[in-house]
């Protein structure tokens, strides 16, 4: 019989439980109020650099007016799921003009960002299919190319002649089968850039997929927002409908909502449509939420300023932590993500818990989130952060121990 014959559930829950606690790796969930770029935890206010409200988007009148105007037009709640009777005229415009946002030739809007990454490959690779991640790839990547049965490979971090391995080895085996390249655009952990054009070319030479997560890159980089492939100057590869480009992109961080949004040619949307079961059996995007990012597309169209300070932060942030010498990864744009990487998941916490101190939160990132032994505060810049408050974190923030 097992140790655990006999002890209820509980109990084994408990001792498990226990263990990540003595790891320092358990985590809880801890309420919060936001207001505006200040957070109010346990009665105190805070400068919030842990959340991914890039622009300040989440408390912005107009977007406030969007949610509530749209929930007094057509309800809180869709009602059903997208083909039942959940699709509302609502739907197909912003599905409309985040296609035209992104170059593409059709949209689909899922719940999450989370789900769009499950509704893309779970439809697009079958047995026999070989997906190739990077291995820093996000967890919903990881989790959604489990779930095909497809074949998954990850490769390391941003290189390039691994992955060509793979696929090489893959085109040669099963020239029938599809191969997809899955990569985020920023990752989200380390704040640096994916080479979208070394990909392509990648993807050309084996005839692969491109499948590109741009949750970290919309309304952050590229001249209108559009993402990395627009800073790059690979937009028309990466986003034109045709080309072979399927993009994930994420209303929940700079747009300042919630809902995926998956955009490609009309082929993929209307095959996603058919056979993505996270948009099937699920409950269409409410209204509200809807509204929400069309209302984040007219934003991002008429307030370019809030991308041209938080551009100028990435830069000014990044240079000046290195200076202090905090090592950051090389990359190109620099981005609103800020690794302090401290090593273990102890010294982490005692970082955030130092900057709480000075009245900035950010937010200790720890193993499995991380690997062993990069435990980080992962700092997030916003737009709306002024001179002295940057001054004040970058002395709060101080040299690695
Ligand atoms: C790269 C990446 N992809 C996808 C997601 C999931 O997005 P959402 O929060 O909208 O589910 C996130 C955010 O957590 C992310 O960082």
Request: hydrophobic share 45%.
């Given at each position: 019989m097992s140790a655990q014959a006999?002890?209820?559930?509980?109990?084994?829950?408990?001792?498990?439980?226990?263990?990540?606690?003595?790891?320092?790796?358990r985590r809880t969930l801890q309420p919060v109020a936001p207001i505006g770029k200040h957070i109010e935890?346990?009665?105190r206010r805070l400068l919030n650099l842990a959340s991914n409200d890039y622009l300040?988007?989440?408390q912005h009148p107009a977007m406030i007016a969007a949610a509530t105007g749209a929930a007094e037009r057509y309800g809180v709640g869709a009602g059903a799921s997208r083909l039942v009777t959940g699709t509302l005229a609502l739907h197909a415009e912003v599905e409309q003009r985040f296609a035209a946002f992104k170059h593409a030739e059709a949209a689909l809007l899922l719940p999450t960002g989370y789900t769009a990454n499950l509704a893309v490959l779970s439809a697009l690779a079958r047995p026999g299919d070989l997906v190739c991640q990077d291995?820093?790839?996000?967890?919903?990547?990881?989790?959604?190319?489990?779930?095909?049965?497809?074949?998954?490979?990850?490769?390391p971090h941003n290189e390039t002649p691994k992955l060509e391995r793979l696929l090489a080895a893959h085109a040669e085996g099963s020239p029938e089968g599809r191969r997809f390249i899955v990569t985020d655009s920023v990752f989200s952990m380390d704040g640096d850039c994916a080479d979208l054009p070394a990909l392509c070319a990648v993807a050309d030479r084996y005839?692969?997929?491109?499948?590109?997560?741009?949750?970290h890159g919309t309304g952050v980089?590229?001249?209108?927002?559009?993402?990395?492939?627009?800073?790059?100057?690979?937009?028309?590869?990466v986003y034109r409908s045709g080309a072979g480009g399927v993009v994930v992109s994420t209303a929940s961080k700079a747009l300042g909502g919630l809902g995926g949004v998956v955009t490609g040619s009309r082929a993929v949307i209307e095959t996603l449509i058919n056979r993505a079961r996270p948009l099937i059996y699920t409950t269409a995007v409410p209204p509200m939420q809807a509204a929400v990012i069309g209302q984040a597309l007219t934003v991002l169209r008429d307030e370019p300023e809030r991308r041209e300070r938080l551009s100028a932060l990435c830069h000014t942030a990044r240079e000046r932590l290195v200076s202090a010498g905090w090592p950051m990864p090389a990359t190109q744009p620099p981005t609103p993500i800020l690794p302090l990487v401290?090593?273990?998941?102890?010294?982490?916490?005692?970082l955030a818990e130092h900057l709480r101190s000075q009245g900035v939160l950010g937010v200790a990132i720890r193993p499995p989130t991380v690997a062993p032994g990069t435990a980080r505060v992962r700092l997030t810049l916003r737009a709306d952060l002024d001179d002295r408050e940057l001054d004040a974190v970058v002395q709060a923030v101080g040299q690695p121990m």
């Open positions: 006999g002890r209820s559930l509980d109990a084994q829950l408990a001792e498990e439980l226990d263990v990540l606690s003595s790891q320092q790796l935890i346990d009665g300040g988007l989440a291995k820093l790839n996000h967890a919903s990547l990881i989790d959604a190319a489990r779930a095909t049965g497809a074949g998954t490979r990850t490769y005839d692969a997929v491109l499948i590109v997560d741009e949750a980089l590229g001249a209108t927002g559009a993402g990395l492939a627009e800073y790059q100057g690979v937009a028309e590869r401290v090593g273990t998941a102890a010294r982490a916490l005692g």
